[in-house]
């Protein structure tokens, strides 16, 4: 059974940071692609980021471009999200999600697997 398990979440205040990690159990990841997914309240899951099998291709969403970066540790089973300059309209649960055919998907149906995701909370 593959599970994904998202950490690094919390309440920061704007312009600060946070890391997410996304450790995958049950499955090696090391050849899928990995995305990140936000929701807010009331909102449709958003597209954040992803990354590629072996890290070297990435894709972000305009609004986190230059902000964001995404990352991953195949030896730990592990994909990172680095979060800078956090914006109150960002507030949201952040959900990692894997790709097995390892296509750098923008849309969540695309994903096989997901966490249950990791609150962020951004105070003004």
């Known amino acids: 059974q593959v599970q994904l398990v998202e950490s690094g979440g919390g309440l920061v205040q704007a312009g600060g940071s946070l890391r997410l990690a996304c450790v995958a159990r049950?499955?090696?990841?090391?050849?899928?692609?990995v995305g990140w997914f936000r929701q807010a309240r009331g909102k449709e899951r958003e597209f954040v980021a992803a990354i590629d099998w072996i890290g070297r291709n990435t894709k972000y969403a305009d609004s986190v471009k230059g902000r964001f970066a995404i990352s991953r540790d195949n030896a730990r089973n592990t994909v990172y999200l680095q979060m800078n300059s956090l914006r109150p309209e960002e507030t949201a649960t952040y959900y990692c999600g894997v790709d097995v055919t390892s296509v750098l998907y923008t849309t969540f149906p695309d994903y096989e697997y997901w966490g249950q995701g990791t609150q962020v909370t951004v105070s003004s």
């Open positions: 049950g499955r090696i990841i090391s050849s899928d692609a």
